[in-house]
């Protein structure tokens, strides 16, 4: 089992930055590949930027790419989002999703086997 533990979400105005983080527990973490996903209600959770196991790889949905950077840290079993230039649209909760493929760049929400319990972020106008 993997315990996550997403935090650093909060209200923000347009422009802003946030860095979100995701602690993890249960597994070896550099065993891992890691992603962020995001939902909206109404909507299915979808996919902001994945990371490999060693960080080396790493792949971002079109409406972050240039904006949000993810990355991690093996020796401090986190992951993080950093996120700037915000926008209303990016308006979600932020979920940290794990899957214990060493290797892969998974892309698919449907491909992780543990998540965490998410983190909110509310951009302004």
């Known amino acids: 089992q993997v315990h996550l533990v997403e935090s650093g979400g909060g209200l923000v105005q347009a422009g802003a930055s946030l860095r979100l983080s995701c602690a993890a527990s249960?597994?070896?973490?550099?065993?891992?590949?890691m992603g962020w996903f995001r939902q909206v209600p109404g909507k299915e959770r979808g996919y902001v930027a994945v990371i490999n196991w060693s960080g080396g790889t790493a792949y971002y949905s079109a409406s972050v790419k240039g904006r949000f950077a993810i990355s991690r840290d093996n020796a401090k079993n986190t992951v993080f989002l950093q996120m700037n230039s915000l926008k209303p649209e990016d308006t979600a909760v932020y979920y940290c999703a794990a899957d214990p493929n060493i290797g892969a760049v998974l892309v698919s929400a449907g491909a992780y086997t543990f998540w965490g319990q998410g983190t909110q972020v509310t951009v302004s106008s």
């Open positions: 249960g597994l070896t973490f550099s065993n891992l590949a």
